[in-house]
């Protein structure tokens, strides 16, 4: 695996033309249902924010591309599953993938909203959430919001240590109006981050029997 990240890194960095795609591309395949599974976007991510900091990729180049990726891969995953419907839950290669999919469906269940959102930095769940919201019928507006939401938030906490580490806090603090921005939203983005977690982490209100209805539909 350090030898693919590897490989990433110098087509990155020989091949700058080519890295907004390449990060759209790892940040879909991060979002896509089962793929995301075995992409490790973190790790490349924590490298290209390195490469950012040193200057050697455009920061608001990366962060739009990347976005975009994350948007676009959630909204695959959230349309096969409302193509599919519970089916898709119950087949290859998800069947393989249970204990993971009931996690990602009682999440869904309990939060909503709010499990779209950060579902997006749990790990295996990320890959997951958006086909399980799909199934379950969530609104079309309702779902997109969410993953607009998290996907701005998401892109630049995963550049953030990496940036941090090529440049330096004093240095990134000192450099460009371009950097300083770019801390700042950080700083924000996490701020947000933290505020959904306190505000929006709060189970849905649902009657008993609606509840054991919906699930025995999945």
Not at 28 to 34: C, F, I, P
Not at 36 to 51: K, R, Y
Not at 90 to 106: D, I, M, Y
Not at 135 to 162: D, K
């Amino acid at each position: 695996m350090s030898d693919a990240i590897e490989h990433v890194r110098r087509f990155i960095e020989t091949h700058q033309e080519w890295a907004g795609l390449v990060t759209a591309l790892l940040t879909l395949g991060e979002s896509l249902v089962v793929v995301g599974l075995f992409v490790p976007a973190t790790a490349l991510m924590l490298v290209t924010g390195g490469l950012v900091g040193s200057g050697t990729l455009d920061g608001w180049t990366i962060l739009a591309w990347g976005t975009a990726g994350a948007i676009v891969g959630d909204a695959i995953s959230y349309g096969l599953g409302r193509w599919l419907g519970p089916g898709i839950l119950r087949r290859r290669p998800l069947s393989r993938q249970r204990p993971t999919v009931a996690r990602a469906r009682l999440f869904f269940y309990r939060y909503g909203f709010a499990s779209v959102v950060l579902g997006r930095f749990l790990g295996p769940l990320r890959a997951i959430i958006p086909t399980v919201a799909g199934v379950m019928g969530m609104p079309q507006s309702r779902f997109q919001l969410a993953n607009v939401l998290s996907a701005v938030i998401w892109m630049p906490l995963m550049l953030a240590p990496g940036f941090l580490a090529a440049r330096g806090m004093e240095d990134g603090l000192s450099g460009g109006g371009g950097q300083i921005v770019m801390l700042i939203g950080t700083g924000i983005s996490v701020m947000l981050g933290l505020w959904l977690l306190a505000n929006l982490m709060r189970p849905r209100r649902q009657p008993a029997a609606a509840r054991r209805a919906k699930i025995r539909e999945v």
